[in-house]
């Protein structure tokens, strides 16, 4: 009888759903942000799909990612179960801090999203249109403020790069870095700031409910549902977009990096991802494996380069 009760126990637990590890995933800013709703949208996702059982998202903020990055790097060592998210800003703020921690020091995964650059203004906003926006930059750079994330990441990227296809000295702008998206947005809407700018999914349900105003978008051509010209149709020739990934903690095994590895791709290619794709705005631009190392360093270098032309890193 006894052995009868172990081996319907064994049987039992092995008709359980084989879940991977637990998971924890660190968001490097605040609630609210493009990282944020990264972070959140992996775990729900992977709950959903029945990749993990139980995963948690914790938010560690601070210069563009980098406080994060670091004590990820520091305290992760060796932790298959340990993820964070990143991206193009985070490449910018590596660079503008100097920070001592690069993305050398932790495992990239894969590239997961791309998302285009808005410029938004109040909704009472005497700029009507991206024109009005420029020709203000182009009176009195400084007297134009703009509210978006961290010092070097893509906003500030953008941001310059606009100032200096208008002819205006890119040093001159008068960027103002909030390091969460909540904070942002509450700038942009209370008009402590000229103009916003940040991916366009954190603005989309204001613009729809008629609180901001978008002026434009930084695609090469107009994005399928959004009513705003493209930056490039004012006569700039500016294309901007952001990119969001998952990285593993360093120090894994081949084998342990496959598993995550194959856990990310299991997601990425799940209905309930594809279906939040849709849902946020985002563009699918899952790339993993070497494709994704090789297309990494040339984002790195191209980022210092714009970086150096614009003033912010020397």
Known sequence: ????FLA????GALALPAFAADYTIIAPANPGGGWDQTARSIQTVMQQEGISGNVQVQNVPG????IGLAQFASQSKGNPNALIVGGYVMVGAILTNNSPVTLNDVTPIARLTGE???????????????????????????????????????DHIAVGLIAKAAGVDPTKIN????????????????????AGISGYGEFESQVKSGT????AVSSAERIAGVDAPTIKESGLDVV?????????????TDEQKAAVSADIEKMVKSASWQETLKTKGWQDTY?????FKEQLAKDISATETVLKDIGLVK
């Open 1 to 4: 009888m006894k052995q009868f």
């Open 8 to 11: 319907s126990i064994l049987a």
């Open 63 to 66: 210069a563009g990612g980098t």
């Open 116 to 154: 285009y650059e808005a410029i938004v203004v109040p909704a009472d906003s005497p700029l009507k249109s991206f024109g009005d926006l420029v020709e203000a930059l182009k009176k009195d750079p400084g007297a134009v403020s703009w509210g978006g994330g961290s010092a070097g990441g893509t």
């Open 175 to 194: 960027y103002i870095a909030f390091s969460g998206g909540g904070e942002a947005l509450a700038a942009i809407l209370g008009s402590q700031v000229t």
């Open 212 to 215: 901001l105003r978008l002026l």
């Open 240 to 252: 901007v977009q952001n990119w969001r990934m998952v990285a593993a903690a360093p120090g894994l």
């Open 287 to 291: 790339l993993a494996g070497d494709a």
